[in-house]
């Protein structure tokens, strides 16, 4: 996964003088409640305009993320077998999260 830290606590973490190319962007964001929620943006931004508008949209951090394929996902809960979600790519999976939760 490629991944550059853009927002920790509502600060930017990348400057102007981060890498100028532009691609089509998704983010990981978290709320200043712990919620969290993926941004995409449709248009090409250099990742100081994703900060930035992230930034501007309040969120307390975010990661920006891989634009590669997303569409599979496992859940391994405490007693079973591990649930696959979605389809798998024929080419490798390249963006995998793993969520824990404590009940």
């Known amino acids: 996964m490629n991944s ?6 509502g600060g930017l973490e990348v ?9 089509k962007r998704r983010a990981l ?7 969290f929620a993926l941004v995409d943006f449709e248009q090409p931004l250099s990742l100081y305009e994703e900060a930035y ?15 590669g394929y997303y569409d599979y996902s496992s859940i391994y809960p405490a007693a079973g077998a591990p649930i696959s979600l979605g389809l798998e790519d024929k080419d490798g999976i390249n963006n995998k999260f793993i969520f824990l939760s404590e009940q």
Request: charged residues 15%; aromatic residues 8%; without cysteine.
């Open 4 to 9: 550059h830290l853009l927002l920790y606590q």
């Open 53 to 67: 508008l992230l930034q501007q949209a309040g969120f307390e951090s975010a990661v920006n993320l891989d634009t």
């Open 15 to 23: 400057g102007t003088n981060s890498d100028p190319a532009t691609d």
């Open 29 to 35: 964001v978290t709320y200043h409640d712990g919620r």
